[in-house]
């Protein structure tokens, strides 16, 4: 009879060891490491970028006249055209807010006139007529003042050069001076330009931005070269002073910038 309690409790003792054993086996493994944390989010704004422009340029200046003036005349009337350029360029932006770039300009030519009066003797009239033509090149800075919804609007100002064209300069008389005429050949000059700048950017995607913007360009005197006439008389070139363009633009941006990487953390496995 001992023997058999004997038995029973070793039978006992091993189904707990074994009850033990199993139960060890069933507690949960050590949870897996934590995840890497997302990578940082690339600015989509900061970056170098490529521009374009369209724009029409409408003229504006302190006065044009002959010079020097025959004696007992004066300029009755004058006008220079607006004109239509190109723009290229390139630039950086290094936030949110402050960008620059550097643009180069060719404006198309457009006709100018200056009408002188003589009242004589011999009574009569002087008209000038030409075209001009021009490349500017400016270093920009921009302040970008916020997003809403896409649409970014901005500040800024240039300084850099004009160099304009005068061509195919002809001057007509009528009147008293009938039967005269006069030409010019062409000349190029450079002055320093300056411009402010106002606009509207809009994020059509994240690398490329649409541009409507207005420039105030001040781009200086501009000359002709002599004017030499048929028949004898002195010579004298047309003058244009202090001549400014009110510019009208719209553009691209193409930013060489990669968009923000979207971080999704991978499945959560369990090995046991």
């Given at each position: 009879?001992?023997?058999?309690?004997?038995?029973?409790?070793?039978?006992?003792?091993?189904?707990?060891?074994?009850?033990?054993?199993?139960?060890?086996?069933?507690?949960?493994?050590?949870?897996?490491?934590?995840?890497?944390?997302?990578?940082?989010?690339?600015?989509?704004?900061?970056?170098?970028?490529?521009?374009?422009?369209?724009?029409?340029?409408?003229?504006?200046?302190?006065?044009?006249?002959?010079?020097?003036?025959?004696?007992?005349?004066?300029?009755?009337?004058?006008?220079?055209?607006?004109?239509?350029?190109?723009?290229?360029?390139?630039?950086?932006?290094?936030?949110?807010?402050?960008?620059?770039?550097?643009?180069?300009?060719?404006?198309?030519?457009?006709?100018?006139?200056?009408?002188?009066?003589?009242?004589?003797?011999?009574?009569?009239?002087?008209?000038?007529?030409?075209?001009?033509?021009?490349?500017?090149?400016?270093?920009?800075?921009?302040?970008?003042?916020?997003?809403?919804?896409?649409?970014?609007?901005?500040?800024?100002?240039?300084?850099?050069?004009?160099?304009?064209?005068?061509?195919?300069?002809?001057?007509?008389?009528?009147?008293?001076?009938a039967?005269?005429?006069?030409?010019?050949?062409?000349?190029?000059?450079?002055?320093?330009?300056?411009?402010?700048h106002?606009?509207?950017?809009?994020d059509?995607?994240?690398?490329?931005?649409?541009?409507?913007?207005?420039?105030?360009?001040?781009?200086?005197?501009?000359?002709?070269?002599?004017i030499?006439?048929?028949?004898?008389?002195?010579?004298f070139?047309?003058?244009?002073?202090?001549?400014?363009?009110?510019?009208?633009?719209?553009?691209?941006?193409?930013?060489?910038?990669?968009?923000?990487?979207?971080?999704?953390?991978?499945?959560?496995?369990?090995?046991?």
């Amino acid at each position: 009879m001992l023997r058999l309690t004997t038995l029973r409790l070793a039978g006992l003792a091993a189904a707990l060891s074994v009850g033990t054993a199993f139960a060890a086996d069933m507690i949960a493994p050590p949870p897996p490491p934590m995840l890497a944390p997302p990578p940082a989010a690339i600015d989509v704004g900061s970056g170098f970028y490529l521009r374009g422009d369209l724009g029409t340029g409408i003229h504006a200046y302190s006065n044009a006249a002959l010079v020097p003036a025959l004696a007992g005349s004066g300029t009755v009337a004058s006008a220079v055209d607006a004109t239509g350029f190109i723009s290229v360029g390139a630039g950086y932006q290094f936030n949110s807010f402050l960008r620059t770039d550097a643009t180069l300009d060719y404006r198309f030519p457009s006709r100018f006139q200056i009408v002188e009066n003589t009242v004589g003797p011999p009574a009569g009239q002087n008209v000038v007529r030409g075209n001009l033509s021009g490349i500017v090149g400016l270093a920009n800075v921009y302040v970008d003042l916020g997003t809403w919804h896409r649409i970014t609007p901005f500040v800024g100002g240039g300084i850099g050069f004009a160099t304009m064209m005068t061509s195919s300069v002809r001057d007509t008389g009528f009147g008293g001076f009938a039967g005269g005429s006069g030409t010019a050949p062409s000349k190029t000059e450079t002055r320093f330009a300056w411009a402010i700048h106002a606009g509207l950017g809009y994020d059509l995607t994240a690398n490329l931005k649409a541009e409507a913007a207005y420039r105030y360009l001040h781009i200086g005197d501009v000359n002709t070269a002599r004017i030499v006439c048929t028949v004898p008389c002195a010579a004298f070139n047309g003058r244009i002073k202090s001549l400014d363009s009110h510019d009208l633009k719209v553009g691209l941006r193409y930013v060489f910038a990669d968009a923000p990487a979207a971080y999704v953390p991978g499945p959560l496995v369990r090995k046991y």
